[in-house]
């Protein structure tokens, strides 16, 4: 099974706190995919992607669980974890960090056992029972002692355990979705689109899909997932946002041309450049070429791949026209509340 990601891996997602997954390697099949569905679900975990046989114990897991951004604990608590000395050396980090006054919740979760009681006796007949105690202290400061990963609604109430302790992309925030983004809404995922770009005589503008590819603060960065149209040199400066039919909207902080240093930073989460029928209708030669500017507002020509063209292209004759991609700059204060 693919390894689950992380928060790390979430693009424009939300909080930077995260819970802490406590596991044995043994079961990452069950724990693996259930990462998967809570990640699917908006939470935000870490997990030693890297435990392998033994669960040798990783010296990064003390500053991840010490991390004030660390808000919280999912023990998945086995046959096997109840077996591992990583798993109670996380008990004894996590039971520290419970001491230290800070917010931090424990959810135990159990794989196999029907309920703490169970786990606690099979614990005792382990040459692990030294552990016992610590074992008590978390279950008494678990939540939820009778959650089996096997109940029907484990991973809603993971995911809400998760969202109860502020590591979540929260309600109106944005994320990766293979090519898409969605706007969270109400924990329910769904398509967002702004504005319309033109097409063929007589047919009906087509609404613009923006991918998000990076997030400053309250600034929320999209690039228009098609090339909308060719147009020539002279035309650059006519891009505004009344264009493509987003005046008005008073979450957008910005609309340009997608600029060299974005593609130089974000090029693999930006992808490709692809024309729509209708603006590649429009290309005047056979050379698909597309605009992007440099940091002092110069014009330069990539292709779709974005990689700068080379060789000299007279592109100022106003007869050569090139693709434009936008990039639209949204206020995630004002997009949230949006109905």
Known sequence: MEKPKTYLDRIGGGSD???FISYSHKDCDEVFECLNRIYDAGANYWYDAELNDGDVWNEEVQSILQSDNCTGIIFFISRNSLASTAVFREFDLALEKLGSGKKFQVLPVFIGYEDYGKALVALCGTDFRT????FISIMKNGDRLYLRLSDADSVGRIADFCSDNGAACGSGQFEIRGTNYMLRDGGKLREYSLGEYPQSDGEKAVPIVWDMFSRDKNLLYFVSRYCLDFIDYSAIEDIEAKKFGIEGEESV????LIE????DKFGEVIGPAVPTDYADSRRTQSLR???VKDGSGNLLLYNSTNRP???YVNFENNQFTAGIRLVLVLDD???N???
């Open 253 to 256: 902080v910005g609309l340009r």
């Open 337 to 339: 509340r949006r109905k």
């Open 260 to 263: 060299k240093s974005l593609i």
């Open 333 to 335: 204060d004002k997009i």
């Open 17 to 19: 706190k995260y819970v």
């Open 289 to 291: 070429a597309f605009w």
């Open 131 to 134: 552990y016992v105690s610590s």
């Open 309 to 311: 063209l080379t060789g």
